[in-house]
């Protein structure tokens, strides 16, 4: 079981909203470090989508947003489209471990 | 434009040795930490470790310090991840990625992955 815990899967119709928890502690997302979310398609390499916790690259659409509240960060995904259909993860640092970690991934399906 | 190009694929026996090579460009090498991540079939991704600039200054995962050794050529501005004896269970992708800015920033950049399969 990861340190960071997302739930597997979610998933919405076209159109809706979905969120993406990524549950950690006090020694990773509760002691301040950033929170980074990556979007992954099937077969290929890794996106980052957020950065340092609310910080959207450019290029990445506004319907992609991130919160953090206490040792839990959120994804939140609106105006769910087809091709939002992927793996999704977080990383962050801790402290306890000495080591980035990822969370064990979101599945987020399309209707 | 940035861009981090690994080598190819690829396949090995068990006990052999394998050093995969991630090739940047379009950047500054020195000026950006890059990472090492495992994804094993079907499963999440794993941080393995880092390395800014040169052999001097490397951070690893813990559970992979003593499996694996990250070093880099700042001349050439590539990064290489060695297995002295490989082992089916480091049958897996391998990507490489760039550090946005300081170390522990996001990964802005990927390699598109290098497949090592260790089978007898």
């Known amino acids: 079981q990861s340190v960071l815990t997302q739930t597997p899967s979610v998933s919405g119709a076209p159109g809706q909203r979905v969120t993406i928890s990524c549950t950690g502690s006090s020694s990773n997302i509760g002691a301040g470090y950033g929170v980074h979310w990556y979007q992954q398609l099937p077969g290929t390499a890794p996106k980052l989508l957020i950065y340092d916790t609310w910080n959207r690259p450019s290029g990445v659409p506004d319907r992609f947003s991130a919160s953090k509240s206490g040792t839990s960060a959120s994804l939140a995904i609106t105006g769910l489209q087809a091709e939002d259909e992927a793996d999704y993860f977080c990383q962050c640092y801790d402290s306890s471990l000495s080591t980035s970690l990822f969370g064990g991934g979101t599945k987020v399906t399309v209707l | 434009e940035v861009q981090l190009v690994q080598s190819g694929a690829e396949v090995k026996q068990p006990g052999e040795s394998l050093k995969i090579s991630c090739k940047t460009s379009?950047?500054?090498?020195?000026?950006?930490?890059i990472s090492w991540v495992r994804q094993m079939p079907g499963r999440g991704l794993e941080w393995m470790g880092q390395?800014?600039?040169?052999?001097?200054?490397?951070t690893y995962n813990p559970a992979f310090q003593g499996q694996v050794t990250i070093s880099a050529d700042k001349s050439f501005g590539v990064a290489y991840l060695h297995w002295s004896s490989l082992k089916a269970s480091d049958t897996a992708m391998y990507f490489c990625?760039?550090?946005?800015?300081?170390?522990?920033?996001?990964?802005?950049?990927w390699g598109q992955g290098t497949q090592v399969t260790v089978s007898s």
């Open positions: 390395i800014f600039r040169d052999d001097s200054d490397i």
């Open positions: 379009g950047y500054t090498f020195t000026s950006h930490w």
């Open positions: 990625a760039r550090h946005r800015d300081r170390s522990g920033s996001g990964l802005d950049y």
